[in-house]
């Protein structure tokens, strides 16, 4: 694979259909090391109201022991074969993934299949997950990050399942009881409508023949589905209460589908933007100019395949005031000008030639072809990915500055003891 701009990007994606089931595959024979990946629509979305979290220690909990082995004896199965083997509940997801050894791969089907269809839900390693989560939870309230990210979802989507803890909170946890947690996997671990990725050691043709065997034992059919994204809700201006000489801000306002014919051109404009590191537009103005603070930055964070625009920053509580209105100007200079011949040459550049990076071994090329698939995205997409972003004129991403950013409708949780707010 070549990472230089001009010459583009080649990644040999294979879609293999077997029993209902397609999965992508980048083969890669050159260290022995298989990684799959695989996920399910739903994940938090699922968990009933006053249950939150509910699908997080479920993912948690199908590695702490399945089938005849208790948690200890299936963390050493997993250790004596060098597996590595997790699942996780996102917004909008349930995930599972495993890399291993090519001469340990048996193992590792087995062993994921086991923890899936037969998860042992021991009281024991209830009640550890749940002593763990519940600390998260309230490890997460005490830091002012902590507090406006809470806040920023639950004003966004007030009424939807994206506007609560994905890993719960600390009372719904402590609350859970075991049968809410095995109803979680049951409607959430299922034959259909899933999504899987492989990356590695492995052909198509036994990449065709395990995949039965991973999914053997899940009930027929599908999980069922999330409720639909409501719109973004522009909420304006929040100010959490927190005891800290710093106040933390989250901001953000809606953005595109990931199906939207501009989202690689709205991509370049938050680059520019908020994303560039040093070279962006927000650091350059809040940092560099003024000395603000340390950092901010945003990008888009994609859920139910819809991108929210959500950036951060942090700085002392007498300033929060000037750095809210140094990042609205510049939201408002980006979407009243849109950038310069210059940024979308350098932003142009830098995302061609840093997307091979994102698949320099299996498991990152596994996670992000998954996302990928997740997006509704074809399997030759990345392949004309250089070429298109080198198509953007700085006209094209003008108009799209334009369309995306709206400076009146950015919102923000500010937490702390902000001044003047």
Do not use: C
């Amino acid at each position: 694979m070549s990472g230089t701009a001009p010459s583009g990007f080649s990644l040999p994606i294979q879609t293999v259909e077997v029993a209902g089931t397609s999965a992508w595959l980048v083969e890669d024979h050159s260290i022995p090391v298989v990684s799959i990946a695989w996920s399910w629509p739903g994940g938090a979305a699922l968990d009933p109201a006053g249950q939150e979290g509910a699908g997080a220690m479920a993912a948690a909990l199908l590695t702490e022991g399945a089938g005849p082995l208790p948690a200890a004896d299936f963390a050493d199965a997993l250790r004596d074969a060098a597996i590595s083997l997790g699942f996780s509940a996102t917004r909008d997801a349930f995930e599972g993934s495993f890399r291993s050894l090519t001469e340990a791969l048996p193992r590792a089907l087995d062993l994921a299949r086991l923890a899936m269809a037969e998860p042992r839900l021991d009281p024991e390693a209830v009640e550890r997950v749940r002593a763990r989560g519940v600390a998260g939870a309230r490890r997460v309230l005490e830091t002012p990050r902590g507090q406006a990210g809470r806040a920023f979802w639950r004003e966004a989507f007030p009424d939807h399942p994206a506007g609560r803890p994905s890993s719960g909170t600390a009372e719904s946890l402590a609350a859970l009881p075991v049968e809410a947690i095995r109803a979680a996997i049951a409607r959430q671990l299922r034959q259909d409508k899933l999504l899987v990725t492989a990356s590695g050691d492995l052909t198509a043709g036994q990449l065709r023949t395990l995949l039965p065997r991973l999914f053997a034992g899940l009930p027929a059919g599908a999980p069922p589905a999330p409720p639909a994204l409501p719109g973004f809700r522009a909420f304006g201006q929040q100010v959490v209460p927190v005891a800290s000489p710093q106040s933390t801000v989250v901001f953000g306002q809606d953005g595109l589908d990931a199906a939207d014919p501009d989202w690689e051109a709205a991509q370049v404009v938050l680059r520019i933007l908020a994303g560039g590191g040093f070279s962006s537009r927000l650091m350059q103005a809040v940092r560099e100019e003024r000395g603000l603070a340390y950092g901010i930055g945003g990008s888009l964070e994609v859920l139910f395949r819809h991108g929210i625009i959500l950036g951060s920053v942090a700085t002392e509580n007498a300033r929060v005031a000037e750095t809210l209105a140094v990042t609205r100007a510049e939201w408002a200079r980006m979407a009243e000008a849109g950038p310069t011949e210059a940024e979308v040459a350098d932003a142009v550049a830098f995302l061609t030639g840093s997307l091979p990076l994102s698949f320099t071994d299996s498991r990152r090329t596994a996670n992000v072809l998954l996302s990928l698939r997740q997006n509704g995205r074809p399997a030759d997409w990345l392949e004309g990915r250089p070429a298109r972003l080198r198509a953007l004129t700085r006209e094209r991403l003008a108009a799209v500055a334009a369309r995306l950013l709206r400076p009146q409708a950015l919102a923000a949780v500010v937490a702390g003891q902000p001044a003047g707010l």
